[in-house]
């Protein structure tokens, strides 16, 4: 197993495994009791338990291990059976204390419990609960995977699904911003604001806006229920802590008493919340509480204070359950606030990674999970309420009537599995995410690299994509080494979907790595002993003493000089990994205090929350290998390459200068000596290249599988290449080239290839496509079930040649259009049904797999239903299928040219293909040149060359290495040769440059595009061609084509296209009215048909014209608004 | 000016400078480029040779699909050395197909043991001993020479009937006898001894040097202490040596000169002839083609 290639895919298996380890039972213990009256008596119901098994399958009422690839063959969801229980209690006093301790449901005992079936869970293949995690390659091999299987998708109805990463706002970190938006938000409201996003430890969220209004004034908004809500910041920090004014003045001002800018806006803000005249902590919740009473579920018997108190503890800073920490925290935002309205601090930059984590399958899982569970109760519980306004079933007992309900509740399970199908969310609070479709895509296996590139993928949010503004589209300075900044698609999602370098990782939560959970408890203590001024010990307060926070927890403030010192001793400690209060991935952002205008707001932030960003440079100090987050990169010194370090100043170097790049962007070979968008091309190129997607191509039924035959290791190639076991997937040739402009047919990027060079297999490749038939489909409930593939007339339906006595194709033939297919037998009269095959292009049945249903113990031959038909489509290059080099130089094969009239060489060399030197200038990748000429020397030689980028200067060129080695074995230096014509047998006056290039086939082929028409549909309504390739429709012949027939004067050409071919109608006019609308035919006495118009009555004004048959329709719609078209006719 | 054609004609002179098992040079002097490109050009495209052209599957449940193993078992070049006792298929007084236009040969593999099994040319049995495939000639027993087809895993099975035909590259590049079939003119160079004198002993090696194809030698030991030419023939006119002359501010040190009326020739054989009979085989097609010239213009229709 590679490791290289499982640390690709690692973050998706961890954030799954995090959710069936940990994110269900933390979900289960923060689930809400939902609490109800019947007969007077207040009832709650919540969840008690879940519990997740490993996938199985049904057999016959018995349950057995359900495997990926099964799932995958047959159609059907890899989900493992989800159960829970639900307890019903009697509201207790318990329930209404509010002593401001966490109530522990867990601790009552339910009056009744019930055992509730939720359906089955999609389960991502190899994680925890998969059964392929940990099998050796030959386990998964038996197993009918690949050797290499990674894993990090769901199987949904046979598809693989993959759940794309996208960026969210780095969880608990008061983020400053200036949003135009906000000043609608109320009254005074200003674009100034402070956002966190309150990340809980299952990894649902809140999120929490600090607004600044004109007053001075600030107020914290919140969603309920998709509703907002704002609460003024003061009377918060009342409701959070039992405090004083003059204590609230003083924690936010910090001794700070000359800046009379803040000191009068904390004035101000305490006036205003003076009014009320509630002032004791109680009392304020107990106004809270008072004022959301209303939109609340809880029993009349609550107190205000515990709503209150409820509140608090579900919409505000929900990361930190200690109300404390709470006050602190609110106290930095609003200091963060004021120095940013004060010009004291910039806004932060929300579009750059610094200020961005991760959103994964798991955690997106735990979320629907949540809130799943609280639509289960809601749906629960109207339904049992309405249960009992139904007169016949009043009379029964709560728990009976709980019981029937439940068993018929919708299925939680099964959300998930269309959330996975469909990428959409259904949701009723949105869960504090920006969009509700897209989360999941199709892990399109067209070939390994476009496979592995949908893990690395990470979207900004279908909501940036609407956004005019080009600005979060920009290719940041601070995505240094964390996102690619070749590997985005150029085009609509162009720098939204980007690719994470090769080497960054998403870090786990504090719940999966035992050393994080216990430094997160050791750090406050250890951080104290190196001269952090606890919080809760600060008295004298000095403001421009740093804060220093930990996952958005306030832990204290510390002297800037002694604070600098600290945080080089933690990078130090981090990077050794031997202290047990400094984890690895504990990020170290440190923004020092700064007098440059619009700088970062200044403290000590330490995030040890999973899902960030991290990526490895070595520290210079301790020599090893230490992860650093995008947020703390801004203020480090980085050298990429040793030369670059300077003494006392440089702390960092980066583990390499390629280190920057994705996995795709990594493989273009020289890509630094190519033009930067080039390599883009390259990304998306690589990405469409029929290649090798698997191997194991006998057990696979995916819609559609390319395979090309003769596939080889590039002679030129990265150091990636290997590392990422790329080499197991080819995906091109090596190609002999010559770069000449020889016959015409290399124009315009269009390419030669050699025919002889076609016939010995370049470029060989067929398409697989997989057909499901399924005889129930499309037939009545009658007849389903009942319907099965059979043949019992072979002796008299002369279909031997075509079918197999069992009704279905023979394997390994080759079918063509309109022939018999399959048989069946029809059950309502027994007879023999012959379907024939529909599709356009002859194909060979390459196998055809029978399908038994869930319940396929009855596995009788002779009732087959359901089958898979696997059929395979030749596709040997032809004229117009599309090539491409690595360098984003693609191109269309115009001619197999035959081998004797291909220019030679002194040697008898043939190039296999020839481009056109033209396709060089003005795109300028000079790396394809250096490529080809490494190639020639590589294989002279005999040897693979490297071509990982960077490794070559002005002082050590490439051309000179390379060209070394040519003239060893005797070629030219530059490459060049002279060559021959291959028609005349004359030289060329030039030299030829002539050398080896890697050359991949893509996707693109006529076979799929092309299209013609004669005769064919036409439009119902217009009675114009309909368009469409698939349905055989026409290309439209649209205005500037008309144009330009006009601008000819080509006017029967016109006539011809525009009328006759199109649709060209003869209707009946009247001469007297003009109009056409009137006309109606009868027949006479001798039965013929004669036409009348009804509004001149008379017949002989009938005449007969030539028109577009549109036109008719024209007139119609014109009379339907009351207007009347008069034909003159003469 | 009264020279008859005979006069004009040029007769054409071929001198074999070397025959191995699979490949031949010789020099073919006293003609033109068309003459030399033309028999280059046959000898790729038109001399005859035997080869795979229909497989009939019985069974095949390799990994390999039918039409990629029917394509590799084309590629295999077979002995065809008494091609003339061939006629092409469509030629052939036969309906279908007969011993006079084809051979049949058969594989038929299946795999019973648990390590997997290559299955390679020398399973094909043909039915004329005389074509079969050339590395399982009895000269070549090696069996690396084997080429193999496809490999096979316990109870994989193939079996087919293969149908050898008679086929020129030019239809299908499985027919090419050649795999090599060039020309390069005869290289004339000069040295200006006088120029090479007033040369360093240092600059001479380095011009030496130069040549990437080591046409010249020099040793500063030698008594005479002169540049020689080693051997014209590995010239490649890369044209390095007169760079470095002019580098040297001596650009007439050095003449290169192509002879152009004659050729080189290198021919490889893919194994389906012998690489004399390639050539020897081109020239009766050429003759045979001319001849045809001839008696049509003699009839008039050209």
Same mark, same amino acid.
């Given at each position: 197993?590679?490791?290289?290639?499982?640390?690709?895919?690692?973050?998706?298996?961890?954030?799954?495994?995090?959710?069936?380890?940990?994110?269900?039972?933390?979900?289960?213990?923060?689930?809400?009791?939902?609490?109800?009256?019947?007969?007077?008596?207040?009832?709650?119901?919540? !969840?008690?338990?879940?519990?997740?098994?490993?996938?199985?399958?049904?057999?016959?009422?018995?349950?057995?291990?359900?495997?990926?690839?099964?799932?995958?063959?047959?159609?059907?969801?890899?989900?493992?059976?989800?159960?829970?229980?639900?307890?019903?209690?009697?509201?207790?006093?318990?329930?209404?204390?509010?002593?401001?301790?966490?109530?522990?449901?867990?601790?009552?005992?339910?009056?009744?419990?019930?055992?509730?079936?939720?359906?089955?869970?999609?389960?991502?293949?190899?994680?925890?609960?998969?059964?392929?995690?940990?099998?050796?390659?030959?386990?998964?091999?038996?197993?009918?995977?690949?050797?290499?299987?990674?894993?990090?998708?769901?199987?949904?109805?046979?598809?693989?699904?993959?759940?794309?990463?996208?960026?969210?706002?780095?969880?608990?970190?008061?983020?400053?911003?200036?949003?135009?938006?906000?000043?609608?938000?109320?009254?005074?409201?200003?674009?100034?604001?402070?956002?966190?996003?309150?990340?809980?430890?299952?990894?649902?969220?809140?999120?929490?806006?600090?607004?600044?209004?004109?007053?001075?004034?600030?107020?914290?908004?919140?969603?309920?229920?998709?509703?907002?809500?704002?609460?003024?910041?003061?009377?918060?920090?009342?409701?959070?802590?039992?405090?004083?004014?003059?204590?609230?003045?003083?924690?936010?001002? +910090?001794?700070?008493?000359?800046?009379?800018?803040?000191?009068?806006?904390?004035?101000?803000?305490?006036?205003?919340?003076?009014?009320?005249?509630?002032?004791?902590?109680?009392?304020?919740?107990?106004?809270?509480?008072?004022?959301?009473?209303?939109?609340? %579920?809880?029993?009349?018997?609550?107190?205000?204070?515990?709503?209150?108190?409820?509140?608090?503890?579900?919409? $505000?800073?929900?990361?930190?359950?200690?109300?404390?920490?709470?006050?602190?925290?609110?106290?930095?935002?609003?200091?963060?606030?004021?120095?940013?309205?004060?010009?004291?601090?910039?806004?932060?930059?929300?579009? @750059?990674?610094?200020?961005?984590?991760?959103?994964?399958?798991?955690?997106?899982?735990?979320?629907?999970?949540?809130?799943?569970?609280?639509?289960?109760?809601?749906?629960?519980?109207?339904?049992?309420?309405?249960?009992?306004?139904?007169?016949?079933?009043?009379?029964?007992?709560?728990?009976?009537?709980?019981?029937?309900?439940?068993?018929?509740?919708?299925?939680?399970?099964?959300?998930?599995?269309?959330?996975?199908?469909?990428?959409?969310?259904?949701?009723?609070?949105?869960?504090?995410?920006?969009?509700?479709?897209?989360?999941?895509?199709?892990?399109?296996?067209?070939?390994?690299?476009?496979?592995?590139?949908? !893990?690395?993928?990470?979207?900004?949010?279908?909501?940036?994509?609407?956004?005019?503004?080009?600005?979060?589209?920009?290719?940041?300075?601070?995505?240094?080494?964390?996102?690619?900044?070749?590997?985005?698609?150029?085009?609509?999602?162009?720098?939204?979907?980007?690719?994470?370098?090769?080497?960054?990782?998403?870090?786990?939560?504090?719940?999966?790595?035992?050393?994080?959970?216990?430094?997160?408890?050791?750090?406050?203590?250890?951080?104290?002993?190196?001269?952090?001024?606890?919080?809760?010990?600060?008295?004298?307060?000095?403001? +421009?003493?740093?804060?220093?926070?930990?996952?958005?927890?306030?832990?204290?403030?510390?002297?800037?000089?002694?604070?600098?010192?600290?945080?080089?001793?933690?990078?130090?400690?981090?990077?050794?990994?031997?202290?047990?209060?400094?984890?690895?991935?504990?990020?170290?952002?440190?923004?020092?205090?700064?007098?440059?205008?619009?700088?970062?707001?200044?403290?000590?932030?330490?995030? *040890?929350?999973?899902?960030?960003?991290?990526?490895?440079?070595?520290?210079?100090?301790?020599?090893?290998?230490?992860?650093?987050?995008?947020?703390? %990169?801004?203020?480090?010194?980085?050298?990429?390459?040793?030369?670059?370090?300077?003494?006392?100043?440089?702390?960092?170097?980066?583990?390499?200068?390629?280190?920057?790049?994705?996995?795709?962007?990594?493989?273009?070979? !020289?890509?630094?000596?190519?033009?930067?968008?080039?390599?883009?091309?390259?990304?998306?190129?690589?990405?469409?290249?029929?290649?090798?997607?698997?191997?194991?191509?006998?057990?696979?039924?995916?819609?559609?599988?390319?395979?090309?035959?003769?596939?080889?290791?590039?002679?030129?190639?990265?150091?990636?290449?290997?590392?990422?076991?790329?080499?197991?997937?080819?995906?091109?040739?090596?190609?002999?080239?010559?770069?000449?402009?020889?016959?015409?047919?290399?124009?315009?990027?269009?390419?030669?290839?050699?025919?002889?060079?076609?016939?010995?297999?370049?470029?060989?490749?067929?398409?697989?496509?997989?057909?499901?038939?399924?005889?129930?489909?499309?037939?009545?409930?009658?007849?389903?079930?009942?319907?099965?593939?059979?043949?019992?007339?072979?002796?008299?339906?002369?279909?031997?040649?075509?079918?197999?006595?069992?009704?279905?194709?023979? $394997?390994?033939?080759?079918?063509?259009?309109?022939?018999?297919?399959?048989?069946?037998?029809?059950?309502?009269?027994?007879?023999?049904?012959?379907?024939?095959?529909?599709?356009?292009?002859?194909?060979?049945?390459?196998?055809?797999?029978?399908?038994?249903?869930?319940?396929?113990?009855?596995?009788?031959?002779?009732?087959?239903?359901?089958?898979?038909?696997?059929?395979?489509?030749?596709?040997?290059?032809?004229?117009?299928?599309?090539?491409?080099?690595?360098?984003?130089?693609?191109?269309?094969?115009?001619?197999?040219?035959?081998?004797?009239?291909?220019?030679?060489?002194?040697?008898?060399?043939?190039?296999?293909?020839?481009?056109?030197?033209?396709?060089?200038?003005?795109?300028?990748?000079?790396?394809?040149?250096?490529?080809?000429?490494?190639?020639?020397?590589?294989?002279?030689?005999?040897?693979?060359?490297?071509?990982?980028?960077?490794?070559?200067?002005?002082?050590?060129?490439?051309?000179?290495?390379?060209?070394?080695?040519?003239?060893?074995?005797?070629?030219?230096?530059?490459?060049?040769?002279?060559?021959?014509?291959?028609?005349?047998?004359?030289?060329?006056?030039?030299?030829?440059?002539?050398?080896?290039?890697?050359?991949?086939?893509?996707?693109?082929?006529?076979?799929?595009?092309?299209?013609?028409?004669?005769?064919?549909?036409?439009?119902?309504?217009?009675?114009?061609?309909?368009?469409?390739?698939?349905?055989?429709?026409?290309?439209?012949?649209?205005?500037?084509?008309?144009?330009?027939?006009?601008?000819?004067?080509?006017? !029967?050409?016109?006539?011809?296209?525009?009328?006759?071919?199109?649709?060209?109608?003869?209707?009946?006019?009247?001469?007297?009215?003009?109009?056409?609308?009137?006309?109606? @035919?009868?027949?006479?006495?001798?039965?013929?048909?004669?036409?009348?118009?009804?509004?001149?009555?008379?017949?002989?004004?009938?005449?007969?014209?030539?028109?577009?048959?549109?036109?008719?329709?024209?007139?119609?719609?014109?009379?339907?608004?009351?207007?009347?078209?008069?034909?003159?006719?003469? | 000016?009264?020279?008859? /054609?005979?006069?004009?004609?040029?007769?054409?002179?071929?001198?074999?400078?070397?025959?191995?098992?699979?490949?031949?040079?010789?020099?073919?002097?006293?003609?033109?480029?068309?003459?030399?490109?033309?028999?280059?050009?046959?000898?790729?495209?038109?001399?005859?040779?035997?080869?795979?052209?229909?497989?009939?599957?019985?069974?095949?449940?390799?990994?390999?699909?039918?039409?990629?193993?029917?394509?590799?078992?084309?590629?295999?070049?077979?002995?065809?050395?008494?091609?003339?006792?061939?006629?092409? *298929?469509?030629?052939?007084?036969?309906?279908?197909?007969?011993?006079?236009?084809?051979?049949?040969?058969?594989?038929?593999?299946?795999?019973?043991?648990?390590?997997?099994?290559?299955?390679?040319?020398?399973?094909?049995?043909?039915?004329?001993?005389?074509?079969?495939?050339?590395?399982?000639?009895?000269?070549?027993?090696?069996?690396?020479?084997?080429?193999?087809?496809?490999?096979?895993?316990?109870?994989?099975?193939?079996?087919?009937?293969?149908?050898?035909?008679?086929? $020129?590259?030019?239809?299908?590049?499985?027919?090419?006898?050649?795999?090599?079939?060039?020309?390069?003119?005869?290289?004339?160079?000069?040295?200006?001894?006088?120029?090479?004198?007033?040369?360093?002993?240092? %600059?001479?090696?380095?011009?030496?040097?130069?040549?990437?194809?080591?046409?010249?030698?020099?040793?500063?030991?030698?008594?005479?202490?002169?540049?020689?030419?080693?051997?014209?023939?590995?010239?490649?006119?890369?044209?390095?040596?007169?760079?470095?002359?002019?580098?040297?501010?001596?650009?007439?040190? /050095?003449?290169?000169?192509?002879?152009?009326?004659?050729?080189?020739?290198?021919?490889?054989?893919?194994?389906?002839?012998?690489?004399?009979?390639?050539?020897?085989?081109?020239?009766?097609?050429?003759?045979?083609?001319?001849?045809?010239?001839?008696? %049509?213009?003699?009839?008039?229709?050209?």
């Amino acid at each position: 197993m590679s490791e290289e290639l499982k640390s690709l895919i690692q973050p998706h298996i961890d954030s799954f495994d995090f959710f069936t380890d940990h994110g269900i039972d933390l979900v289960l213990k923060d689930s809400e009791p939902l609490y109800f009256e019947h007969n007077s008596t207040q009832y709650k119901i919540r !969840f008690t338990d879940l519990k997740l098994s490993r996938p199985t399958r049904n057999i016959v009422e018995k349950e057995i291990k359900l495997y990926p690839n099964e799932s995958r063959e047959t159609g059907t969801t890899y989900n493992a059976p989800f159960k829970g229980a639900i307890g019903l209690y009697e509201v207790n006093e318990m329930d209404e204390m509010d002593d401001g301790t966490e109530v522990d449901y867990n601790k009552q005992e339910p009056t009744h419990t019930f055992e509730v079936d939720l359906g089955r869970l999609p389960i991502m293949v190899k994680s925890r609960y998969c059964h392929l995690n940990g099998m050796s390659p030959e386990k998964l091999i038996e197993s009918r995977e690949e050797e290499l299987e990674q894993g990090g998708y769901f199987i949904v109805n046979g598809n693989e699904k993959v759940v794309r990463m996208l960026v969210m706002t780095k969880a608990n970190h008061p983020v400053a911003l200036h949003r135009k938006a906000w000043t609608n938000r109320g009254p005074g409201y200003t674009k100034n604001g402070i956002t966190i996003r309150c990340v809980r430890p299952d990894r649902s969220s809140i999120t929490n806006n600090l607004h600044y209004i004109n007053d001075g004034q600030t107020t914290l908004r919140f969603l309920y229920r998709r509703q907002e809500f704002f609460l003024p910041a003061t009377l918060l920090l009342k409701a959070l802590k039992d405090t004083t004014e003059k204590e609230i003045y003083e924690n936010i001002v +910090q001794g700070d008493n000359e800046n009379t800018f803040l000191t009068d806006r904390v004035e101000l803000s305490l006036r205003e919340q003076k009014i009320n005249n509630i002032n004791t902590q109680e009392e304020v919740l107990d106004y809270i509480g008072s004022r959301f009473r209303a939109r609340t %579920q809880f029993p009349p018997s609550f107190s205000n204070i515990k709503i209150g108190r409820w509140f608090i503890n579900q919409f $505000v800073f929900v990361h930190l359950p200690n109300y404390n920490d709470k006050y602190n925290l609110l106290i930095l935002m609003i200091q963060k606030l004021y120095a940013m309205v004060g010009g004291k601090c910039g806004t932060d930059n929300i579009d @750059s990674p610094a200020f961005q984590e991760v959103l994964l399958a798991g955690h997106i899982y735990g979320m629907i999970l949540k809130e799943k569970l609280t639509e289960y109760l809601e749906s629960t519980k109207s339904f049992v309420l309405k249960s009992f306004e139904d007169k016949k079933k009043s009379g029964d007992k709560l728990p009976d009537a709980l019981k029937k309900v439940l068993d018929k509740n919708f299925k939680i399970a099964d959300r998930f599995s269309y959330f996975l199908a469909t990428g959409n969310l259904r949701s009723s609070s949105g869960i504090d995410l920006q969009q509700t479709s897209g989360f999941c895509v199709i892990a399109d296996k067209l070939n390994f690299l476009r496979f592995i590139s949908h !893990f690395r993928s990470i979207h900004r949010g279908a909501f940036f994509a609407t956004m005019k503004t080009t600005a979060i589209r920009k290719l940041m300075p601070e995505s240094w080494g964390f996102f690619c900044p070749v590997h985005t698609p150029d085009g609509a999602p162009c720098g939204l979907l980007n690719h994470l370098s090769s080497n960054c990782l998403v870090t786990v939560d504090a719940a999966q790595d035992p050393t994080v959970q216990k430094a997160q408890t050791l750090l406050p203590s250890f951080l104290a002993a190196h001269g952090m001024l606890p919080i809760d010990m600060v008295s004298v307060y000095q403001h +421009q003493y740093l804060t220093i926070t930990l996952d958005g927890r306030v832990l204290g403030k510390i002297e800037p000089k002694a604070g600098e010192e600290m945080v080089k001793m933690l990078r130090y400690l981090r990077s050794m990994g031997n202290e047990p209060s400094i984890p690895k991935t504990m990020e170290i952002s440190y923004a020092p205090p700064t007098n440059v205008e619009n700088g970062q707001y200044s403290g000590i932030s330490l995030f *040890t929350t999973g899902a960030r960003f991290m990526r490895p440079v070595v520290n210079l100090t301790s020599g090893q290998n230490e992860l650093i987050g995008p947020q703390e %990169q801004l203020y480090m010194e980085i050298a990429v390459v040793p030369h670059e370090v300077i003494k006392g100043v440089t702390t960092h170097i980066e583990t390499s200068p390629t280190a920057m790049f994705s996995l795709l962007a990594n493989l273009t070979p !020289f890509s630094d000596y190519n033009q930067s968008p080039r390599n883009m091309y390259q990304c998306q190129m690589a990405k469409q290249t029929m290649g090798t997607p698997l191997h194991s191509y006998p057990f696979r039924t995916d819609n559609k599988l390319y395979k090309v035959q003769n596939v080889q290791k590039p002679i030129v190639h990265t150091k990636n290449q290997f590392k990422f076991r790329c080499n197991d997937y080819p995906h091109g040739c090596n190609a002999v080239i010559a770069v000449i402009s020889n016959t015409g047919y290399d124009m315009e990027d269009a390419m030669i290839i050699n025919k002889s060079a076609y016939e010995r297999g370049f470029g060989h490749g067929s398409v697989y496509k997989n057909e499901y038939i399924d005889l129930d489909q499309g037939l009545s409930r009658f007849e389903q079930k009942k319907t099965f593939f059979g043949r019992p007339n072979t002796v008299v339906d002369e279909l031997d040649k075509f079918i197999d006595t069992d009704g279905l194709p023979f $394997v390994g033939r080759l079918i063509k259009p309109g022939e018999p297919y399959y048989t069946y037998i029809r059950p309502s009269d027994g007879r023999q049904v012959t379907k024939d095959y529909k599709g356009k292009e002859e194909a060979y049945i390459e196998d055809v797999r029978i399908i038994f249903g869930p319940n396929g113990a009855t596995r009788d031959p002779s009732k087959i239903n359901n089958i898979c038909v696997k059929l395979r489509f030749n596709r040997n290059p032809v004229i117009g299928d599309k090539f491409s080099s690595r360098h984003g130089q693609k191109g269309v094969l115009s001619q197999l040219w035959p081998e004797i009239n291909m220019p030679f060489t002194e040697s008898g060399m043939k190039p296999d293909v020839i481009i056109n030197p033209n396709a060089f200038p003005s795109r300028m990748t000079i790396g394809m040149l250096v490529e080809i000429l490494a190639g020639k020397a590589g294989a002279i030689h005999g040897k693979f060359q490297d071509a990982t980028a960077f490794q070559f200067d002005e002082n050590n060129t490439a051309i000179d290495f390379f060209g070394e080695q040519l003239a060893k074995a005797g070629f030219n230096r530059f490459g060049n040769e002279q060559m021959y014509s291959g028609t005349t047998g004359k030289e060329f006056e030039c030299e030829i440059f002539f050398g080896v290039c890697y050359y991949q086939r893509l996707r693109h082929m006529v076979k799929d595009k092309y299209q013609v028409r004669a005769l064919g549909k036409v439009n119902a309504l217009t009675r114009q061609p309909i368009k469409g390739r698939k349905v055989g429709g026409g290309i439209r012949f649209g205005e500037m084509e008309r144009d330009s027939l006009l601008a000819h004067g080509a006017s !029967f050409c016109l006539n011809d296209r525009l009328m006759k071919s199109s649709d060209f109608a003869k209707i009946k006019v009247c001469k007297l009215c003009g109009s056409t609308l009137t006309i109606y @035919s009868k027949k006479d006495y001798s039965n013929q048909t004669v036409s009348e118009c009804k509004s001149c009555k008379s017949s002989d004004s009938i005449a007969t014209i030539s028109i577009p048959y549109v036109f008719t329709y024209l007139v119609a719609e014109l009379a339907a608004v009351n207007i009347t078209m008069k034909l003159q006719v003469s | 000016m009264s020279q008859t /054609v005979s006069q004009l004609t040029r007769q054409p002179e071929l001198e074999i400078l070397e025959i191995k098992n699979d490949s031949i040079i010789f020099i073919l002097s006293n003609t033109d480029i068309s003459v030399a490109n033309a028999l280059r050009r046959v000898m790729i495209a038109e001399v005859p040779t035997m080869c795979i052209d229909l497989v009939e599957f019985e069974s095949n449940n390799s990994v390999l699909c039918d039409e990629f193993i029917a394509h590799r078992l084309g590629l295999i070049p077979l002995v065809s050395d008494n091609i003339d006792k061939f006629c092409y *298929t469509r030629d052939c007084s036969c309906s279908d197909r007969c011993d006079q236009c084809s051979v049949e040969l058969r594989l038929n593999v299946k795999c019973t043991e648990n390590r997997p099994r290559d299955v390679t040319s020398s399973d094909l049995l043909s039915q004329n001993s005389a074509v079969i495939p050339v590395s399982s000639q009895v000269t070549s027993s090696n069996s690396e020479q084997e080429i193999p087809i496809v490999k096979l895993r316990r109870g994989q099975e193939i079996k087919l009937r293969a149908i050898a035909k008679k086929g $020129v590259g030019k239809e299908h590049a499985k027919w090419s006898p050649s795999c090599v079939a060039t020309y390069q003119f005869q290289p004339i160079i000069v040295l200006n001894q006088n120029r090479i004198d007033e040369l360093t002993d240092q %600059q001479k090696e380095e011009w030496v040097g130069s040549c990437p194809t080591k046409v010249y030698s020099y040793s500063p030991h030698q008594s005479t202490q002169q540049v020689t030419i080693e051997d014209p023939l590995r010239c490649v006119y890369c044209l390095e040596c007169k760079k470095k002359a002019e580098s040297f501010g001596k650009p007439d040190l /050095v003449h290169l000169e192509q002879k152009q009326d004659k050729f080189i020739f290198t021919v490889e054989s893919s194994g389906a002839l012998k690489p004399e009979d390639i050539v020897l085989y081109a020239i009766q097609i050429i003759k045979r083609k001319l001849t045809d010239i001839q008696g %049509q213009m003699a009839e008039g229709m050209l």
